[in-house]
């Protein structure tokens, strides 16, 4: 099956082999119908691949781009959006004798625990916001909460992939690689789907942002933070010249290696990944440098403030905004790392000092770039989501901590064809299960594909026998939180 | 005989839990004397044929039985009533009823024990009181549980008007032009029903408001001018909506979802046309002050351009446009609807280019030429390109001599003009746009001024010019 993949040249050419080895057909046809549209291509045959049945929106999109602030650890449902007043009420009473409390993961069940944080509601709407996020609070009319999330899992690395690539195992393709597949990425110089790291990679690793089955130019692109976002990006030949031969020869001898072993998306997505990387070598850099951006812009976002963990998410939020201007599909921030003595939102203990630390460090960028975004007209064709992984419980682990709550979490969107000032579902009186309208995150994924214009049920990549899909055989679009 | 003064004397005004806790179990033990006495009353009957005449003798115990269970229920039912929060009048038949049966029932256990000739006719007579009661109470202990509208809820509406009821309400059917929508059925009472009825219901009426129709809505609750007919400013439900919402007075409360701008706008305009129960919106609108509000609250302007299809684009325009630096996607599978993005382009526009375009205007539906230094002539071009419902025009140097040549963009819902000269000429080209939805004016000429105009004449328009 696989000796196509063998990079030694073989005495029989790709034609005859293909005619002995009949079990590699099809893989082979497979590999030319999709490993052959190469990364930040401008589709030049679009009109070719409106014909093609997994290229192009599947109708009108809303939404051309998507930035995913991904809130590693699990944001407190009952510290942020989702006010429980009965928590204050009882709060030091013993949970178990007021509701059927889940195994836990580390099985330290405390006292009912009230929020440390007092909520107001904000905007036209009325939104309940926690003084956790005074500032995404003044954007609460572009946002649509959905209280009513649940996941799978109740332990990081199953959930992040869960939540990542639909599946709570290994290996798949993540939604942004999904999303450049069917959509395809419109600047040929930045690749469709980068993710900014802003110091933590979430637990599972960068499998949350691989390729999978999906032809390896689809996966994301890690920009870290700092003077070299991406690794070599300044050209290690003084002349100019001499890299460009460089790189013809390289080509030349791929090419050659295609001639003698056949068409394989190895080779190709090396080819490809090459003529990338040369044009970012350009591009990159005044990507990265905000030259043109104002100081009140840089102040918006909060550029200027004493904390460094703001102001790495902001200049990563300003990156953000600036990347889906040049038209890259998919853009994935992750969190800063707050420490020392905080683990992203994972507040086991200690959940007032990281939460504040943590919400310190992304309110007014997060903010700032839905602010922005606006004025400039670009929240109307960007969807912004924020999420993390699971929830956590309303009752305390040992005495001021809160263990992981995958039966309730809140997330919200904003932006292209989403309904702002809509509070969707509900959880009980404690924030500790979801009561009505569940929202589960196969429903998450099929609804940002809806806004794509992409029908969820119809993006598919043959493997292993079968047509795979983001949401495998479920999910809902969420229409209540649609404009 | 204690019991009856008990009941009649009603001094368990605040009953034991052990009394509810037996009341709670009249619904389980009352369907037994109802099995019982059915099964007497039918075997009572089949004792006139020969063939059944030996079922006599068991007579006498099925309508002790019966009787007995009676008993019970009674008892039992009794111990419920004190809970409270029945409906008096039902209960009262109900509860004598029930006492009747079982009265009843020991008599005909009585005449069947003695199976004397004499008493044939009372005998009758009382198998068919008990039935006929056994219905009726029954019936009435359905209400007192379910409602009064329970059973024939779903009946047909014959059935339902024999019984006195009205037809069943067909949900009005969703206006699809806006000549038909109607002010109240269409409008007012879909609002209230969303984000007021909650509170202001038959069951709940807070404030001693009803807000579930028309004739409600005008009488109005405990202050006496919740509507004005023409005056909307005095009128009491106005005031309550558009309060500031931390106030103790403002509605909806309970932080439940308040009415929206567009949803105010409406109910001030019906109270002060005089609040009318019924008629056209467009033939009340005269002066076309909500038309566009309603035809958006109603979801009437969906942009029916998608609804055609639109021929291939021809492929040479296209590869033509993607050497010039064009992006050009589809934008859907079973239409050639087209986007086309210059903003990236390394390349500089040419006018030559928009020639080009224009071979595509009846695909092109967006277009984005931000940041391609597009001087004013080059939107007489542009102006061209009818089927366009989202423009981005960002960062060009364009003036109101330029934009003034998009006033026959008729599908276009989305213009972006952010960071270019244009200035007053907006308040003219805006009317003309009758689809526009959202307009960006942030670091453009517009005076804040200009703004406030173009807010005021455009009720529906999202005008966005600053950024906090």
Not at chain 1, 364 to 371: N, T, V, Y
Not at chain 1, 445 to 448: D, E, F, K, L, Q
């Given at each position: 099956?696989?000796?196509h993949h063998?990079t030694?040249p073989?005495v029989?050419?790709r034609?005859?082999m293909?005619g002995?080895?009949?079990g590699?057909f099809?893989?082979?046809?497979?590999?030319?119908?999709?490993?052959?549209?190469?990364?930040g291509?401008k589709r030049?045959?679009?009109?070719?691949?409106a014909?093609?049945l997994?290229?192009?929106p599947?109708?009108?999109?809303?939404?051309k781009?998507?930035i995913?602030l991904y809130?590693d650890?699990?944001?407190?449902q009952?510290d942020s959006f989702?006010?429980?007043p009965r928590l204050?009420?009882?709060n030091?009473?013993?949970?178990?004798?007021?509701?059927k409390v889940?195994?836990?993961?580390?099985?330290?069940v405390?006292?009912?625990l009230?929020?440390?944080?007092?909520?107001k509601?904000?905007g036209?709407?009325?939104?309940?916001?926690?003084?956790?996020?005074?500032?995404?609070?003044?954007?609460?009319d572009?946002?649509?909460l959905?209280?009513s999330m649940?996941?799978?899992?109740?332990e990081?690395?199953?959930?992040?992939?869960?939540?990542?690539?639909?599946s709570g195992?290994q290996?798949r393709?993540?939604?942004?690689?999904?999303?450049?597949?069917?959509?395809?990425?419109?600047?040929?110089n930045?690749?469709?789907?980068v993710?900014?790291?802003?110091?933590l990679?979430p637990?599972?690793g960068?499998d949350n942002?691989?390729?999978?089955?999906?032809?390896?130019?689809?996966q994301?692109?890690?920009f870290?933070?700092g003077?070299?976002?991406v690794?070599?990006?300044?050209?290690?030949e003084?002349?100019?010249s001499l890299?460009e031969?460089k790189?013809?020869f390289?080509?030349q001898?791929?090419n050659?290696?295609?001639?003698?072993?056949g068409e394989a998306?190895?080779?190709?997505?090396a080819?490809?990944?090459?003529?990338?990387?040369?044009?970012?070598?350009s591009?990159?850099?005044?990507l990265?440098e905000?030259k043109?951006?104002?100081e009140?812009t840089?102040?918006?976002?909060?550029?200027?403030?004493?904390?460094p963990?703001?102001r790495?998410?902001?200049s990563?939020?300003i990156?953000?905004r600036?990347l889906i201007?040049?038209?890259?599909?998919?853009?994935?921030?992750?969190c800063p790392?707050?420490?020392p003595g905080v683990d992203?939102?994972?507040q086991?203990?200690?959940l007032k000092?990281?939460h504040?630390?943590n919400?310190?460090a992304v309110d007014?960028?997060?903010?700032?770039?839905?602010?922005d975004?606006?004025?400039?007209?670009?929240l109307?064709?960007?969807l912004v989501?924020?999420?993390?992984e699971?929830g956590?419980?309303p009752?305390?682990?040992?005495?001021?901590?809160?263990?992981?709550?995958?039966s309730?979490?809140?997330m919200?969107?904003a932006g292209?064809?989403?309904?702002?000032?809509?509070?969707?579902?509900?959880?009980?009186?404690y924030?500790?299960?979801?009561i009505e309208?569940?929202?589960?995150v196969h429903?998450l994924?099929?609804?940002?594909m809806?806004?794509l214009?992409i029908?969820?049920?119809?993006l598919?990549?043959?493997?292993?026998?079968?047509d795979?899909?983001?949401t495998?055989v479920?999910g809902?679009?969420?229409k209540d939180?649609?404009t | 005989?204690?019991?009856?003064?008990?009941?009649?004397?009603g001094?368990?005004?605040?009953?034991?839990?052990?009394v509810l806790f037996f009341?709670?179990?009249?619904?389980v033990?009352v369907h037994?004397p109802?099995?019982?006495?059915i099964?007497?009353?039918?075997?009572?009957?089949?004792?006139r044929w020969?063939?059944f005449k030996?079922?006599?003798?068991?007579?006498p115990l099925m309508?002790?039985?019966?009787?007995?269970?009676?008993?019970?229920?009674?008892?039992?039912?009794?111990?419920?009533?004190?809970?409270?929060?029945?409906?008096e009048?039902?209960?009262f038949?109900?509860?004598?009823?029930?006492?009747?049966?079982?009265l009843?029932?020991?008599?005909?256990?009585?005449?069947?024990?003695?199976s004397s000739?004499s008493?044939?006719?009372p005998k009758?007579?009382s198998?068919?009181?008990?039935?006929?009661?056994?219905m009726?109470t029954?019936?009435?202990?359905?209400?007192?549980t379910?409602g009064?509208?329970?059973l024939l809820?779903?009946?047909?509406n014959?059935?339902?008007n024999?019984?006195g009821?009205?037809?069943?309400?067909e949900?009005r059917k969703k206006?699809?032009?806006l000549?038909?929508?109607d002010v109240?059925?269409?409008l007012?009472?879909p609002?209230?029903?969303?984000?007021?009825?909650?509170c202001?219901?038959?069951?709940k009426?807070?404030g001693?408001?009803l807000?579930?129709?028309?004739g409600n809505?005008?009488l109005g609750?405990?202050?006496?001018?919740?509507?004005?007919?023409?005056?909307?400013?005095?009128?009491?439900l106005?005031?309550?909506?558009?309060?500031?919402?931390?106030?103790d007075?403002?509605?909806?409360?309970?932080?439940k979802l308040p009415l929206t701008?567009?949803?105010?706008?409406?109910?001030?305009?019906w109270?002060k046309?005089g609040a009318p129960?019924d008629g056209?919106v467009?033939?009340l609108?005269?002066?076309?002050?909500v038309?566009?509000?309603v035809?958006?609250?109603l979801?009437?302007?969906?942009?029916?351009?998608f609804?055609k299809k639109?021929?291939p684009?021809?492929?040479?325009?296209?590869?033509s446009?993607?050497?010039?630096g064009f992006v050009?996607?589809p934008?859907?599978?079973?239409n050639?609807?087209?986007?086309?993005?210059?903003?990236?382009?390394?390349?500089d526009?040419?006018a030559?280019?928009?020639d080009?375009?224009?071979?595509l205007?009846?695909?092109?539906?967006w277009?984005?030429?931000?940041?391609s230094?597009?001087?004013d002539a080059n939107?007489e071009?542009?102006?061209?390109?009818?089927?366009?419902?989202?423009?981005?025009l960002?960062g060009?140097e364009i003036t109101?001599?330029?934009i003034?040549h998009?006033?026959?963009?008729?599908n276009?819902?989305?213009?972006n003009?952010?960071g270019?000269?244009v200035?007053?000429?907006?308040?003219?080209?805006v009317?003309?746009?009758t689809?526009?939805k959202?307009?960006?004016?942030?670091?453009?000429?517009?005076?804040?001024?200009?703004i406030t105009?173009?807010?005021e004449q455009?009720p529906?328009?999202?005008?966005?010019?600053?950024?906090d």
């Open positions: 099956m696989s000796h063998n030694k073989r029989i050419s034609r005859e293909l002995l080895s009949a590699g099809g893989s082979l046809a497979l590999m030319s119908l999709f490993g052959t549209i190469p990364l291509c030049p045959g679009s009109l070719e691949s014909s093609n997994y290229l192009g599947h109708y009108l999109p809303k939404a781009n998507v995913f809130m650890g699990g944001v407190s009952v989702d006010p429980k204050a009420k009882e030091g009473e013993d949970p178990r004798k007021k509701f889940d195994a836990t993961q580390f099985d330290n405390g006292k009912i009230k929020s440390p944080w007092d909520f509601q904000y036209e709407c009325g939104m309940p916001v926690s003084d956790l996020f005074p500032h995404i609070a003044t954007c609460v572009d946002i649509a959905i209280r649940v996941s799978n899992f109740p990081h690395t199953n959930a992040n992939y869960f939540l990542h690539t639909g195992l290996g393709p993540s939604m942004g690689a999904w999303m450049n597949y069917g959509l395809g990425s419109e600047n040929k930045i690749p469709g789907y993710v900014l790291d802003g110091g990679v637990p599972g960068l942002f691989k390729n999978g089955f999906l032809p390896a130019s689809y994301a692109s890690v870290k933070a003077p070299e976002p690794a070599n990006i300044n050209p290690r003084g002349i100019k890299q031969e790189l013809q390289i080509k001898l791929d050659s290696l295609i001639g003698k072993i998306d190895a080779v190709e997505s080819i490809s990944n090459y003529e990338l990387a040369y044009k970012m070598q591009s990159i850099p005044e990265t905000f043109e951006e104002t009140a840089k102040k918006l976002y909060g550029m200027d403030s004493d904390d963990n703001l790495g998410y902001a990563q939020c990156l953000a600036r201007e040049r038209g890259v599909r998919f853009v994935e921030l992750t790392n707050v420490g992203r939102w994972d086991h203990s200690n000092k990281g504040e630390k919400a310190h007014q960028p997060i903010a700032g770039l839905l602010k975004l606006k004025s400039r007209g670009l109307e064709e960007t989501v924020w999420t993390g699971f956590r419980t009752f305390a682990q040992g005495s001021d901590g809160r263990d992981h709550n995958p309730a979490f809140s919200w969107m292209a064809g989403v309904k702002g000032g809509t509070i969707f579902g509900k959880t009980d009186e924030g500790y299960r979801v309208n569940e929202v589960t429903d994924h099929a609804t940002i809806h806004l214009g029908d969820h049920k119809q598919t990549f043959r493997f292993g026998g079968r795979m899909r983001l495998d479920h809902n679009v969420v939180i649609l | 005989m204690g019991f009856i003064f008990l009941m009649n004397g001094i368990l005004d605040n009953p034991p839990d052990v009341g709670r179990f009249h619904p033990v037994l109802i099995g019982f006495l099964m007497a009353i039918l075997a009572q009957l089949a004792t020969p063939k030996p079922l006599e003798l068991y007579l309508w002790l039985m019966g009787a007995f269970s009676a008993l019970l229920a009674v008892i039992f039912g009794y111990f419920l009533s004190l809970s409270g929060g029945y409906d009048d039902t209960l038949w109900h509860q004598w009823g029930g006492i009747t049966v079982m009843l029932s020991f008599g005909c256990y009585f005449i069947n024990k003695k000739d008493l044939t006719i009758w007579i198998v068919v009181i008990v039935g006929l009661l056994l009726f029954g019936h009435m202990g359905g209400n007192l379910h009064s509208t329970y809820e779903y009946a047909p014959p059935i339902r024999i019984a009821l009205p037809s069943k309400v949900p206006v699809t032009v000549d038909s929508a109240f059925l269409d007012v009472l609002m209230m029903q969303t984000k007021c009825v909650s202001h219901n038959e069951g009426n807070k001693g408001l807000l579930t129709s028309y809505m005008i609750g405990e202050s006496e001018n919740t509507i004005i007919p023409g005056d909307a400013l005095k009128s009491e106005v005031r309550r909506i558009t309060l500031p919402t931390e106030h007075d403002f509605m909806p409360s309970e932080g701008d567009p949803e105010v706008l409406m109910i001030k305009w109270i046309i129960s056209f467009t033939e609108d005269t002066e076309k002050a038309s566009s509000l035809s958006n609250y979801g009437l302007d969906k942009n029916n351009l609804n639109v021929p684009p021809n492929r040479s325009i296209v590869d446009l993607i050497r010039h050009i996607n934008l859907m599978k079973d050639y609807f087209l986007e086309a993005n210059f903003s990236l382009s390394e390349y526009l040419e030559s280019d928009l080009v375009l224009l071979e205007k009846e695909q092109l539906v277009l984005n030429l931000g940041n230094d597009l001087k939107l071009k542009i102006g061209l390109l009818q089927n366009l419902v989202k423009l981005d960002r060009n109101d001599n330029g003034k998009l006033s026959k963009l008729e276009l819902e989305s213009l003009l952010y270019t000269k200035s007053k000429g907006i308040v003219d080209l009317p003309k746009l689809r526009l959202k307009i960006y004016l942030w670091q453009s000429e517009v005076s804040k001024e200009t105009q173009l807010e455009n529906g328009l999202t005008v966005i010019f600053e950024r």
